[in-house]
């Protein structure tokens, strides 16, 4: 028995050739201590990556074609796990900063993959800010954690796979004829999102009505400034079958937005204004629910615990996402069977994605059995 389960920690790389060389044991071990790899320590390899997207991007006061990443490994014991850092420059992070943030990490001190919240507490110290950067390690920790037990983390956790969510797929900004037709090549999807706070708002949303009576939702970005506009705005996008709203007003506007909350007939998500774990507590009572993004929180460690924590104040939870590869989107949607509303479309938007890993199916985020985040396949990059 002794033996066999032994056979097992070997061949898994469940324990690192330190922990046996101690205690009354050293003696009985040691001759078996050249079996397992030398050198099983954690190393960390990151390179800078540039996704391109299928249509330009517009914000109100910007436009892109491009988001920069830096793609993330860890490696142990001959097993690799992947993770992401996605970095829109107007959240300002960058190539540079990733960069110089990730070869401060040095994950060779740890002996085990599986003390993951010490070393991750030790990333989120190795400087400030930097959430993209630290979302890195992050997912390529769990990934890594994930394949070394064998399963993926929905599992790990315990979730029921079934139960994840549709996902929205953003229509972007546009001339009324070219957001027809991005409605139209968006047949798949059950949801579609739409960015507001311009002047055209009411535009856009009679455009797409024009062509589909599907569900909408809506995200301002901050971009309305008066509660009595926001909530006739609001009343108005619920007769439009809109069935929430993220971030209306400015994060600033705390008693303003609270004001709102409690007047609007629909579900109000603040995402700007929730970052990490004590935004939770601070939203609670000013927001109906939480946009929980691996780029904001540092990663799923603290996801998961933001998403305890507000599920235990009685808050909605969505999972957002930035452009990103289908490595932290498979990441995230191993949340997804415990959110009411996803948002997880960043992969479907860009045209060099170098992961294969959570599809949508049928506007449904549909999870596999792969283990860690999820990955089925890493395409040559
Ligand atoms: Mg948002």
Known sequence: MKQSRRKFIISTGLLGGTILTGGSNTNVFSKNISIIKKNSNMKLTFKPYTLELKHVFTLATSSRTTTPVVLTQIEYDGIIGYGEASMPPYLGESHET?????????????KDPFEMESILEYVDNVDKLNPAAKASVDIALHDLVGKLIGKPWFKI???????????????????????????KEAEEYKILKVKLGRETDKEMIETIRSVTGKQITVDV?????????????????????????????PKE????????????????????????????????????????????CTGLREAYKMLTLAKSLGMKIMLGCMTETSCAISAASQLAPEVQWADLDGNLLIKNDPFVGTKVIDGKITLNENPGIGLSEVLPH
Do not use: C
């Not at 315990?158 to 409605?183: A, L, M, R």
């Not at 603040?270 to 774990?277: L, N, Y």
């Open 221 to 249: 970005n901050q971009g309305w400034k008066d509660k009595f506009f926001a909530l006739d705005m609001i009343n108005w996008l619920k007769e439009k079958n809109v069935i929430y709203v993220e971030q209306p007003m």
């Open 98 to 110: 990733a960069t110089k943030f990730l070869s401060k990490v040095d994950l060779s001190q740890f």
């Open 253 to 296: 506007m705390v008693d303003e937005m609270a004001w709102l909350t409690e007047r609007s007939p629909l579900p109000i998500f603040g995402d700007e204004s929730v970052q990490r774990i004590p935004d939770v507590i601070k939203a609670h009572g000013v927001y109906s629910g939480i946009n929980i993004k691996l780029m904001k």
């Open 157 to 183: 956790w315990g979730f029921d796979k079934d139960k994840t969510p549709y996902t929205s797929f953003t229509i972007g900004i546009d001339t009324n004829e070219v957001v027809k037709q991005k409605v």
